[in-house]
Each structure stands twice: as structure tokens, then as C-alpha cells.
């Protein structure tokens, strides 16, 4: 599809078939299909994936069920369309500039220049704005206008009229100049040419497709992004030996080691060890969550206690991930209601041009004007209706939206929901890490009497250093900052509950109320 009025054709088609609602996207370049399961007509047969694509064959283009999205590690590193298009605006650019500068500057206009700037156009229109023609064609093969034919139709025009005009008018003579008038005179079509035109446009539009398609490319790797934060890799378990395979190679079943800042490879439950895991990368949730055997969880989360051996549960599509990317990848390909306005006007803009650029042609001949400036207006018409991102701005703005939203942690169920966001004038959060900075920070030390804050900073600090888990972390951090810690000796971690260590001689234990228990410490009411 290259224009907003190819997505309308295809749909259109589609939902003329029976029990068929499809929902065409041009920005995504998918198709959402939904097919009744009892057909209206008992003679009818229910459409399947094949009759679908079939049907958009017909209308002149190609289809494919979508495959599964993959790590953007497995994707070709420079795509085709892109690279074609980039050259094409390289080369269109490089000569209509020449062409564009001599007919705007009289005083650039040598002898024989219009036929300099034929040379130097002649490529734009035929190579450069190929993909144009070739759109057209194909679209007029199946009795289709496009915004395509639109682009082609002014191009092609301004070129051809400029042959004329060299060839059989006086533009073609030595010492012929171009002024500047702000109207069109009658008898003076013949002797103008339209080459800066044809070459312009063509750069300016090969530009903006070029933006388009590049604008495409990166907010559809939303959803690659969110696959991106699992593991590449899992320690599967044969014969109680431990072997290193891609996480496409586990199988329900399958037992595999998480080591301590390692990403479990998928969905699983807990066969043996105890540990705390970062759940943030799915729920937001900055505190880890202590696990134990038994206990459920989830892939690409992070391991950050001690190891895990885990029996794995869902793989590939039907872990949570997965499921997250889908509903990305389907809030993507959904249309909101000022899409749809946006698509109803693409796809009547291009006849509605059509009949305007005649009307101005058969206005100018009855009003006595000439057919060369009839022709002339008619081409102007052509020329400046060109939009072609009238059916884009709106659904990449979308895509763009969802996309962003999926890479900092918010999914948006469709774009429907977005654009109703214009509506909200209150957010209600049901946990601290949605909108904090999901790292802790110590706020405060409180000693019982008789003990010194910055003393009692300093041995937690010391133990804490060896531990990963977010809370030591910060208060090793914040012991840090008031100088360098002693070392600890006999440092010992005890899951879920804290750690334990020797610091200068003395005994320090670091956890909760239940581990200062057992050490037969109880603090003061006050302070817990």
C-alpha cells in the first residue's frame, strides 16, 4: 500500500465478502479480520485466511498472515523499501536543485538552459518518481485511483507539456527566459515550461515518503522493543548438568537455572531455591518479590537474590510477555474515530480532485482562455492536491503514541483509549513504582537510646555491600556516601528476611522484625 485510499480500497473489498469485518491500517500495513462463525446464507461458506488474501490479490495487491514478532536481533539489518526510496530522493534531490534555481533566478538562465534543465529533470521524472507511476498503473489496471495517481498525473503533465512546449512551442529557442507574473496570460502557455515543477514535486514527495515509511518502520518496532527486555538464552538442566540453549529451544516441562541478576527465560514455577525477583519489567512494582519452591513466575523478570532452578510452564506465545506484545501489537493495528474520519476523506479525495482539475479545464475553454492555458490550470489543480499525508499524520501519531507508551511500561488496549485520553482529568495509581523512579533511597536512620545514627549506618552498610537486593542497595549506597565501609566477614544471606555478617568484631544482623528475633533482639516500640 503506498496512500490512505489503497488501505480504503482493500477494506472496502474485504468487507464485501460474507460474514467478513476487516479494519485496514495503513500505518502498521495489517489487516484486523474478524469472520462470523455461522455464515448468513446456508449456501455461503465461511472465509478463511486464503479466501482473504485471494480477495486482496484481486484488488491489486499482496497479503500475508502475519507471522509472530521477533527480537529485533533477527531482523535484516537495512530494509529494501527504505534503502530505495533514501536513493531515490538522493538522486532526485541532487538534480532538481539545478533545475529549480534556474527557472526561479533569471539570472542564472544561460543560453540554451531549458534544455540543461530537461536533462537534468528527465531522470527525476522517470526514475526518481517511478514508484508514482508504477502505484498508478497497477491501481488503474483494477479501475482504482490513488493518491499515487494523483502525484503521477501533475508530474507526468508539467513533463509532458514541457516537451511540447521545447519541442513545439518557443520555449525550445536560444535565448528564451522565464519571468515572473502573478497571472497566467492567454498565448503564453506555449512558451513556458514546467520542469521545476516536475522535478520539485517529485523530490518534495519522494521526501515525504521517505519520512513516512522511515516514521513506520521505527514506531512499529514497539512491539520487537517489549520482546527485547526477555532472555536470549536459559541454563537448561539434562542429566543434572547444565546446558546453554536459545530460550526458543525450551519446552514446556523444561527445568532450567536462573543464577542471581540473571532474567528468567519464561514462565515457570519454582522447583527448588529461594530468592527475591524485580517483577518491575511487567508490573511496575519497584519492592522485588521474595519466591520460594512452588511459587509462579514470570519471564523477563529479573532474579536478584539467590539461585533458582524453575520447571518451565508457557513458552513462546503463551507467556505473559507474549501476551503483552500482542495486545500492543493489536492496540496498534485498531483505528480511533478521528482515523476513521481521516480514512473517509482519503478515500474520496482523489476522485473528487479528478473531477475539479476537469472542471477547471472545460471552465477555462468555455471562458475563451485557450487550450494551452486550460491546460495549463488543469495541471496546477493536479499538481498541488497531493496530500498523500492526509490518511498518515493521524494513524502514525497513533502508532507512535502506543508504541512509546509500550517502552516506557504503559500498554494502551487501543487507540480509541488514547485519543479518549483528551477526556481524563484524574489518574488513579494503585501502587507507589508507577510513578516513581523504582529505586529506593534510605530517608532516614532512627537509633534506639544510647546508640550513634551514623555508627549504626556504617555496619548495615558494611553487610548490605555484599547483598544485591534493591533495600541494601540503598542503604549501602547512603552508608557510602559518608565515607568508605569496613569489610565484612561471614556475610550469610537469608532469603526474604535479610543478612547477617561480621563487621570489625561485632555481630551485625540487617532484616526484618523475624531475623532480629532470632538474634533475640526486639526493638522499641516506638521505633518499629
Given at each position: 500500500m503506498t496512500c490512505a485510499s489503497c488501505a480504503a480500497r482493500i477494506e472496502k473489498r474485504l468487507n464485501r465478502m460474507p460474514g467478513v469485518s476487516a479494519s485496514v491500517n495503513y500505518a502498521t500495513e495489517k489487516a484486523v479480520v474478524r469472520i462470523d462463525d455461522v455464515p448468513a446464507n446456508a449456501n455461503e461458506s465461511r472465509a478463511d485466511a486464503a479466501a482473504l488474501i485471494a480477495e486482496v490479490e484481486r484488488t491489486g495487491y499482496t497479503a500475508t498472515v502475519p507471522a509472530p514478532p521477533v527480537p529485533e536481533t533477527d531482523e535484516p539489518a537495512t530494509d529494501p523499501e527504505l534503502a530505495s526510496l533514501r536513493q531515490r530522493l538522493i538522486g532526485a534531490a541532487v538534480l532538481s536543485v539545478p533545475v529549480i534555481l534556474l527557472a526561479m533566478i533569471p539570472a542564472l538562465q544561460f543560453t540554451y538552459w531549458q534544455w540543461a534543465s530537461l536533462a537534468l529533470a528527465s531522470p527525476v521524472v522517470v526514475w526518481a518518481a517511478w514508484p508514482f507511476h508504477r502505484a498508478t498503473a497497477i491501481n488503474l489496471r483494477h479501475g482504482a485511483v490513488t493518491m499515487d495517481t494523483l502525484v503521477s498525473m501533475g508530474v507526468s503533465a508539467a513533463y509532458l507539456w514541457s516537451l511540447y512546449a521545447l519541442f513545439f512551442g518557443g520555449a525550445g529557442m536560444p535565448g528564451m527566459t522565464h519571468g515572473f507574473t502573478w497571472i497566467a496570460q492567454p498565448g503564453e502557455a506555449g512558451n513556458t515550461i514546467y520542469l521545476e515543477v516536475a522535478a520539485g514535486?517529485?523530490?518534495?514527495?519522494?521526501?515525504?515518503?521517505?519520512?513516512?515509511?522511515?516514521?513506520k518502520r521505527r514506531a512499529s518496532q514497539a512491539v520487537r522493543a517489549l520482546l527485547e527486555v526477555g532472555a536470549k538464552d536459559a541454563a537448561l538442566l539434562r542429566g543434572g548438568a547444565e546446558v546453554r540453549v536459545p530460550v526458543a529451544q525450551l519446552r514446556v516441562g523444561d527445568e532450567f537455572v536462573v543464577r542471581p541478576g540473571e532474567r528468567i527465560a519464561t514462565d515457570g514455577v519454582v522447583v527448588s531455591g529461594t530468592s527475591a525477583v524485580d517483577t518491575s519489567t511487567i508490573t511496575g512494582e519497584s519492592v522485588p518479590v521474595e519466591v520460594s519452591e512452588g511459587d509462579a513466575v514470570v519471564g523477563a523478570t529479573v532474579n536478584v537474590g539467590g539461585r533458582l532452578v524453575v520447571r518451565a510452564t508457557r513458552v513462546g506465545e503463551q507467556t505473559q510477555l507474549a501476551q503483552m506484545a500482542r495486545l500492543v501489537e493489536q492496540a496498534q493495528a485498531g483505528k480511533a474515530e478521528v482515523q476513521r474520519l481521516a480514512d473517509r476523506v482519503a478515500g474520496v479525495f482523489v476522485p473528487i480532485v479528478i473531477?475539479?482539475?476537469?472542471?477547471?479545464?472545460?471552465?477555462?475553454?468555455?471562458?475563451?482562455?485557450?487550450?494551452?492555458?486550460?491546460?495549463?490550470?488543469?495541471?496546477?489543480?493536479?499538481?498541488?492536491?497531493?496530500?498523500?499525508?492526509?490518511?498518515?499524520?493521524?494513524?502514525?501519531?497513533?502508532?507512535?503514541?502506543?508504541g512509546r507508551g509500550a517502552q516506557l511500561g504503559i500498554l494502551i488496549k487501543g487507540p480509541q483509549i488514547l485519543e479518549s485520553t483528551r477526556r481524563v482529568d484524574t489518574v488513579v495509581l494503585d501502587k507507589t513504582g508507577t510513578v516513581t523512579e523504582g529505586r529506593m533511597t534510605l530517608v532516614d536512620v532512627l537509633p534506639v537510646p544510647g546508640e550513634d545514627a551514623a555508627e549504626v549506618l556504617r555496619l548495615a552498610g558494611a553487610v548490605e555491600s555484599a547483598s544485591e537486593h534493591p533495600i541494601a542497595r540503598a542503604i549501602a549506597g547512603s552508608a557510602a556516601a559518608g565515607g568508605p565501609l569496613p569489610e565484612v566477614e561471614s556475610f550469610s544471606s537469608v532469603a526474604g528476611r535479610g543478612a547477617t555478617g561480621v563487621v570489625e568484631g561485632h555481630a551485625v544482623a540487617v532484616g526484618s522484625l523475624g531475623l532480629l528475633a532470632e538474634w533475640s533482639v526486639h526493638p522499641d516500640a516506638e521505633i518499629t
Open positions: 514535486v517529485t523530490t518534495f514527495l519522494l521526501l515525504g515518503r521517505y519520512l513516512e515509511v522511515r516514521a473531477v475539479i482539475a476537469v472542471g477547471t479545464l472545460v471552465t477555462w475553454l468555455l471562458l475563451g482562455g485557450g487550450t494551452a492555458l486550460a491546460l495549463t490550470a488543469a495541471i496546477a489543480v493536479l499538481i498541488i492536491a497531493c496530500p498523500c499525508a492526509l490518511g498518515l499524520a493521524t494513524p502514525t501519531a497513533l502508532l507512535v503514541g502506543s
